[in-house]
């Protein structure tokens, strides 16, 4: 299951996924998008409607992972925006914003998978390089993805009972309809400046990681950040 399956990240997620014989399950608010994504992947997707931050749309989600599926195996909690300011700037909708989507919409979106997942499921949740290397204008983006960090520590705490692992997967700058629309093409300059593999990501690289951290080879890795992030967070 992979919130924000019908675009960049998350959509690479849902194809490499497939591609090792998964089944499944995208969600995202754009219909359109979703229809799309779907028939891409071809008969291992379904794609189900919904925003993170609205709570009745996280239980109708669920209702149908669990009517079609029964169970969860592994969950990507990967829907996220940037809707930022630098201190000056900000407004009350865009910290409201980015809040609600990227740290009370992950939250609900575990919770909630709670019931469904199956012992020794796996939990990926997105955060970001610019959690721990922040740059100018995404300064409440990037407590919202330090927040996540604090939220993954505290679940991997109470995962005894559940058994299941979570852990953080924190991209770099990742080429993505998201990024890409927001940034426009300048983007490619200022990564070759502050990465020091030199470029973006491309979303497939990203997917590589979240299948690791999904699959049996991380079977003792749980409560961890991993950065694919060409270096930028962490030199
Ligand atoms: P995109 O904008 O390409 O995709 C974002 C996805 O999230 C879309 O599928 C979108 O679907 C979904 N989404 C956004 N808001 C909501 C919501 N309220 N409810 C449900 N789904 C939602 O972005 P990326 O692929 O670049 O980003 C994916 C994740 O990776 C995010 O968490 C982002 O913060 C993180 N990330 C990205 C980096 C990058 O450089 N690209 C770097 C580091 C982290 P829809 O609009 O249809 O709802």
Sequence with gaps: MITGGNSGIGLAIA???AQEGARVFLT?????????AVKEIGPAATGVRGDVTDLSDLDA??????????RIDVLVANAG???????????????????????????????????LLAAGASIVVIGSSNSVRPSEGLEVYSASKAALRNLVRNWARQSRERKFRVNVLSPGATRTPGLMGAAGPIIEQVVDAIVPLGRLAEPEEIASAALFLASDAASFITGAELFADGGHGQI
């Design 61 to 70: 989600l669920y209702a149908q992972v669990r009517e079609r599926a029964g």
């Design 28 to 36: 995202g608010r754009d219909a359109d998008r979703l229809e799309a």
């Design 81 to 115: 925006i940037v809707a930022d300011a630098a201190l000056g700037a900000h407004t009350e909708e865009n910290v409201d914003l980015t809040l609600a989507v990227n740290v009370k919409g992950t939250l609900f979106t575990v919770q909630k998978a709670l019931p």
């Design 15 to 17: 194809h490499r996924f």
